[in-house]
């Protein structure tokens, strides 16, 4: 997995966004918001137990969309938040395809992390969030699926990752 870009976002801040939780309808005079819908509806991760943290990566997410999205592809990245930054490493991103009204499914995959091209600061953190975004032709983002990885150093010294599954 190559580091093709790392960028730092000035201080981290903080917000908070309230959702519904899943299957609880929204009050009638709520619309829904603009844009296509998106239901994730499975999420593949491999190697789905902890791992070696330069260990490749291969992901599969199933989803269905009430509109025809075409000339998408989904950007993976992964973000940490430093005690002065944010630091966000792209991963890489699928083809672009086109996607239509209904169930779709991507994949993706990462080839092992060279970790001499690693910045100490990604991989001291003990918690980062890999995240899969769904992007539109213009650069819109519509859905992003957020994976919460855990970092530790084993008995032996080396790095551990382990990403949970947010459909588990």
């Known amino acids: ?28 005079d709520e619309e829904a918001p603009a844009g296509p ?20 990566l291969g992901l599969a997410i199933g989803f269905n969309t009430d509109t025809d999205l075409v000339g998408f592809c989904w950007r993976v990245s992964y973000v ?5 930054r944010r630091l966000i490493v792209e991963a890489g991103c ?24 690693v910045p100490e600061a990604i ?19 519509v859905c992003a699926v957020n994976m919460v990885v855990q970092i530790r150093v084993d008995e032996n010294g080396l790095l551990r990752r382990f990403i949970f599954n947010p459909m588990d």
């Open 1 to 28: 997995l190559p580091i093709s870009q790392i960028t730092g976002v000035g201080p981290v801040a903080s917000s908070e966004v309230l959702l519904p939780a899943r299957g609880q309808a929204m009050a009638e």
């Open 37 to 56: 819908q998106i239901d994730v509806t499975s999420i593949s991760i491999n190697p789905a137990e902890e791992s070696a943290f330069e260990d490749g």
């Open 80 to 84: 940490v938040d430093t005690s002065k």
């Open 94 to 117: 699928t083809e672009i395809a086109d996607y239509g009204v209904g169930h779709n499914a991507m994949t993706f995959t990462a080839d092992p992390l060279d970790m001499a091209t």
């Open 123 to 141: 991989w001291k953190q003990t918690n980062g969030l890999l995240v899969a975004t769904l992007t539109g032709p213009a650069g819109e983002e």
